[in-house]
C-alpha cells in the first residue's frame, strides 16, 4: 500500500520534489509514495482524484496553502486541518444561507481521518471557488463557520477519500491572512518552504 501526495500546484511542493528526485510530471510514482498534482480547485482536484485515487492508496496527504483567518496565527506556521466544510455549497434565501444539507441533497462538512501522528496545531478549513476579500465576506464567514484557514480545494480531497474509504490528512501553511486582497503583505515563500519541510519529514518518517 502506498501514500499518495496531493497539492494543487508544483510550486507547493518545490522543494519536495527537489529532495526525493522526483521527475517533473503532474502524477509522479515512486517507491514509496506517488505525488499527485491536481491544479487549483475544487473541480480540478475532484478530476484528478477520480483518475488517480484508488485503492492501491492507504493515505491521502494534501499539501497546500491557505490563508487564514485568525491573526494570533503566525504567517508560515504549519496547521493539521481536520475539519473542511464547502462554504459556498447550498442556497441564498434572502439573507440566509442554506447548506446543501439543509436543502437535502448531499454532505458538506468533511473530517480527516488517520491513525497516524500528525504533530501540528489542528484547525478547522474552508473550501471556496471564489477567495474571499472583502470585510462583508470575511464578517458573513466567520458569523455563518467560524473557520481558521481557506483554500479552494481541501473539501473536495476529504470528500473523493471518503468516497473510496481512504485516510486522509490535509496539511496547510499560512501564506497570508483572509482580508482584502494586498500580496504585499503575503508570506509565501515561507509558507512553501515551512510546509516542504514537514512534508518532507513526514514522509521520511514513514519511509
Known amino acids: ?22 521527475a517533473e510530471g503532474d502524477f509522479v510514482e515512486s ?8 491544479g487549483v480547485g475544487m473541480v480540478a ?21 491557505a490563508g487564514c483567518f485568525d491573526r494570533n496565527i503566525d504567517l508560515g506556521a ?3 486541518v481536520t475539519e473542511d466544510v464547502f462554504a459556498e455549497l447550498g442556497a441564498e434565501n434572502g439573507d440566509e444561507f442554506l447548506t446543501i444539507v ?31 476579500g472583502s470585510e462583508g465576506s470575511i464578517k458573513n464567514l466567520k458569523k455563518r463557520l467560524n473557520p481558521t484557514t481557506e483554500s479552494m480545494e481541501g473539501a473536495a480531497v476529504f470528500f473523493a477519500c471518503k468516497q473510496q474509504n481512504i485516510d486522509c490528512i490535509q496539511v496547510r501553511s499560512i501564506s497570508n491572512y483572509v482580508e482584502p486582497r494586498n500580496k504585499d503583505n503575503w508570506k509565501m515563500g515561507l509558507a512553501i518552504k515551512n510546509l516542504n519541510d514537514w512534508a518532507i519529514a513526514f514522509i521520511g518518517e514513514m519511509n
Do not use: W
Request: with cysteine.
Open 78 to 80: 504549519v496547521l493539521n
Open 45 to 65: 482536484t475532484a478530476f484528478a482524484l477520480g483518475k488517480h485515487l484508488s485503492t492501491k492508496y492507504n493515505l491521502v496527504v494534501n499539501l497546500g496553502i
Open 102 to 132: 439543509d436543502l437535502g441533497f448531499g454532505e458538506h462538512h468533511f473530517k480527516s481521518r488517520t491513525d497516524r501522528k500528525v504533530g501540528l496545531p489542528t484547525a478547522k478549513g474552508i473550501t471556496v471557488n471564489c477567495v474571499t
Open 31 to 38: 517507491r514509496d509514495f506517488d505525488v499527485l498534482i491536481t
Open 1 to 22: 500500500m502506498k501514500t499518495l501526495i496531493v497539492a494543487a500546484t508544483k510550486a507547493e511542493l518545490s522543494f519536495f520534489y527537489q529532495h526525493f528526485n522526483l
